[in-house]
């Protein structure tokens, strides 16, 4: 699988830290040009080339993905920026919950319509788009960004089926609760902090939050170019939160 990916050019927005660190690391290490897209880029790992972006903004979307795009040439697209926003359906004013669609949901659309000029002109071109766990299984305070995510689902389907007959495959990635940074900071914060690990980790039958390099091995199986059968799925890796139920019987 490794040697699939050299000379391919790969962008991943959100690049600079946590998950999408992790999946760019990967691609890198897989023999890929790797371009970052990330409001703060400096994180970004090395070996990559990356850039400080808005992802609400067209035109500065629109100029990073052509200036990272050498030749005009760009194989693999991979939407994973994003924010969190814990809420009920009655938290938070409604310019925060615009604004969260507009980083999460309208900002893949706007890196999807720059990239798509450019992945036209590859044989093995493949657009993954990040969703979550929340998509499908409710979890408490998680409703708008549990919305995002399952907009991010059935927009990926419906992309895929646009596109599959122009050579463009489009999937998804729904990981449960993963360990990055971000959790170790909201861990930190708790009152017991080790009693917070606790609720992540037991989130998942497995008893364990999930590695950002498991998200990143699966990315790179999904965006393989032999993978041509692989279209409009969501891949779910989460320690079976999603399917399974671990009860006393």
Known sequence: MTNEFDGMHVIV??????????IAKAFV?????????????????TGTTALGVDVTDDDDVESAVNQLSPGGRLDVLINNAGISYPATVEDGSMSDWAH????????????????LPLLRKSSAASILNMSSCTATTGLRNRVLYAGTKGAIEAMSRAMAADLVAEGIRVNCLAPGTVDTPLIDRLIDRAPDPAAQRAVYDHRQPTGAMVGADEVADAALFISRPSARSIVGTVLAVDGGLTTIKVFAS
Do not use: C, E, Q
Request: charged share 15%; no cysteine; proline share 5%.
């Open 29 to 45: 290490a897989a023999g890929a040009t790797v371009g970052v897209l990330d409001k703060d880029p400096h994180g970004a790992p």
């Open 13 to 22: 927005t959100g690049g600079g830290s946590g998950i999408g660190w992790a």
């Open 100 to 115: 969260v669609y507009d980083v999460n949901v309208l900002g893949m659309i706007r890196t999807a319509r720059a990239a």
